[in-house]
Nanobody, 124 residues
Framework: QVQLVESGGGLVQPGGSLRLSCAVSGFRLGYLAIAWFRQAPGKEREGVSCIRTTDGTTYYADSVKGRFTVSRDNDKSAVYLQMSGLKPEDTAVYYC?????????????????RGQGTQVTVSS
């Protein structure tokens, strides 16, 4: 059974940091493209970042480039999203997903497996 479980969300002040974790089970992590998406109320899904677990190649949305860092630990079957310099517009539910395409096309990719999401709220 494939499961993705996110953790690490919460309330943070503007300029603060959070680290999200995505625990993956049921799939061998070393051959996947795993992406982070976010969705704010009333808005469409936005691709945030993707990591190719075979070699660690990463991709980022322009809106988070330089502030967010995605990484993976294949031995722990986990993917992480380190977020710093958070802004109110980063407020959303963040979820990880196994994308059905190459990481380079993650933003428009379908996903068969995704987590339930974790809320990130950036507010003073």
């Amino acid at each position: 059974q494939v499961q993705l479980v996110e953790s690490g969300g919460g309330l943070v002040q503007p300029g603060g940091s959070l680290r999200l974790s995505c625990a993956v089970s049921g799939f061998r992590l070393g051959y996947l493209a795993i992406a982070w998406f976010r969705q704010a109320p009333g808005k469409e899904r936005e691709g945030v970042s993707c990591i190719r677990t075979t070699d660690g190649t990463t991709y980022y949305a322009d809106s988070v480039k330089g502030r967010f860092t995605v990484s993976r630990d294949n031995d722990k079957s986990a993917v992480y999203l380190q977020m710093s310099g958070l802004k109110p517009e980063d407020t959303a539910v963040y979820y990880c997903a196994i994308v059905n395409s190459a990481c380079s096309a993650y933003d428009s990719s379908t996903t068969d497996y995704r987590g339930q999401g974790t809320q990130v709220t950036v507010s003073s």
